[in-house]
């Protein structure tokens, strides 16, 4: 049994699925992992349904019958997790972006060094942690966590990062259904809401590197709703 939950959710990840699955497994510490896959139509399913048979204990999966929004699957992810007996759900993406060694880092930073909620941070105290970025999506995602940081006043340096570790009750807190973002500004959101609600935050300092094998699903759209749905939430005021 594990007291930690990773969540990795996918569409059309067939070239990193398994291997990011059996690296979280090679870890010192047990984590068990759930993948929310969108009914990714390149048979990524398939492959995490071959996985289980040989993790049976480890490793579970829900289907979603289409492509909702990363926010959405990460919900769905907490819902599950929060109906099991986990004391701590890490966010991780499956392209090797975030690198599975680093998972004891941000468990440790919440169960054993105070933290409510730990980040993956790119940008600790204005440092770039970042490999294989062309320049402009480097400057873009820097200075849209900068601008978060501005606009809204929480404390943190990487507002944007998707590696990140919850206590139980910090997602218990939050109102999972009154969410509204479903793509980058979700991790502002989230972030926000539990900086509100005044739980202790703290972030540790990863390498970040860009995927080797498949597409990424980075879009114009995600980055709009990034930039003009933190005003909206600032100047409305998101409800806990």
């Known amino acids: 049994m594990s007291d930690t939950l ?14 990011i699955i059996r690296a979280v497994f090679q870890e010192e ?22 996985l289980i048979t040989e993790f049976p204990t480890q490793l579970f999966i829900e289907k979603r019958a289409g492509k909702n929004g990363l926010g959405t699957a990460y919900i769905h992810g907490f819902k599950w997790a929060l109906a099991k007996d986990y004391k701590y759900i890490i966010e991780m993406d499956a392209d090797f972006s975030h690198n599975p060694k680093d998972l004891i880092r941000l468990y440790n930073a919440c169960a054993t060094e105070g933290g409510d ?3 993956g941070s790119r940008y600790v105290n204005n440092t770039v942690n970042v490999v294989n970025w062309d320049i402009k999506r480097l400057l873009l995602s820097y200075f849209a966590s900068k601008y978060v940081r501005f606009i809204t006043r929480m404390p943190i340096f ?18 999972l259904d009154k969410i509204k973002f479903v793509g980058y500004a979700f991790q502002i959101e989230m972030k926000f809401k539990a900086w509100k609600h005044q739980f202790k935050i703290k972030e540790v300092s990863v390498i970040f590197t860009d995927r080797d094998l498949g597409v990424s699903k980075m879009s114009g759209n ?10 909206k939430m600032k100047l409305k005021g998101l409800p806990k």
Request: glycine letters at 4%; aromatic letters at 8%.
């Open 6 to 19: 990773v969540i990795i959710p996918t569409y059309n990840e067939k070239e990193n699925i398994e291997a």
């Open 29 to 50: 510490k047990i984590f068990h992992v759930l993948v929310v896959d969108d009914n990714s139509p390149d048979g990524t399913s398939s492959i995490i349904d071959k």
């Open 158 to 175: 990487d507002t944007t990062a998707g590696f990140v570790c919850w206590k139980r009750n910090v997602l218990e807190t939050i109102r």
């Open 117 to 119: 909620v730990s980040v």
């Open 222 to 231: 995600i980055v709009t709703e990034a930039l003009f749905g933190v005003v």
